[in-house]
């Protein structure tokens, strides 16, 4: 079974920059197909992609957020890591992420944690 936890600040300053880390376990991020995404949903919105790391190491940005967005990974620990440059209150979202088997199907997430951009 796959499992994916994020981490990271709960708050983050206007202007400053947002950074989360998803841990996981179960499987590796360098299995052959799989991509790993980041997901937000901003209160009363809808889920928006933000981006994703692949099995081989490509990543592709959801081009809205393109400019203040960069994703990693640490294949040694099994993680990989969202940073949000520039952040503004609207990036206040419950931040997810999650397992793409490589056909834009999402089939394992993790449970999501809460930023605030305030002051």
């Known amino acids: 079974q796959v499992q994916l936890q994020e981490s990271g600040p709960g708050l983050v300053k206007p202007s400053q920059t947002l950074s989360l880390t998803c841990t996981v376990s179960?499987?590796?991020?360098?299995?052959?197909?799989?991509?790993w995404a980041w997901i937000r949903q901003p209160p009363g919105k809808g889920l928006e992609w933000m981006g994703a790391?692949?099995?081989?190491?490509?990543?592709n940005y959801n081009p809205s957020l393109k400019s203040r967005t960069s994703i990693s990974r640490d294949t040694s620990k099994n993680q990989f890591t969202l940073q949000l440059s520039s952040v503004t209150p609207e990036d206040t979202a419950v931040y997810y992420c999650?397992?793409?088997?490589?056909?834009?199907?999402?089939?394992?997430w993790g449970q999501g944690t809460q930023v605030t951009v305030s002051s």
């Open positions: 999650a397992r793409d088997t490589g056909s834009f199907y999402l089939d394992y």
């Open positions: 790391i692949a099995y081989s190491g490509r990543i």
């Open positions: 179960g499987g590796s991020i360098t299995t052959n197909t799989y991509h």
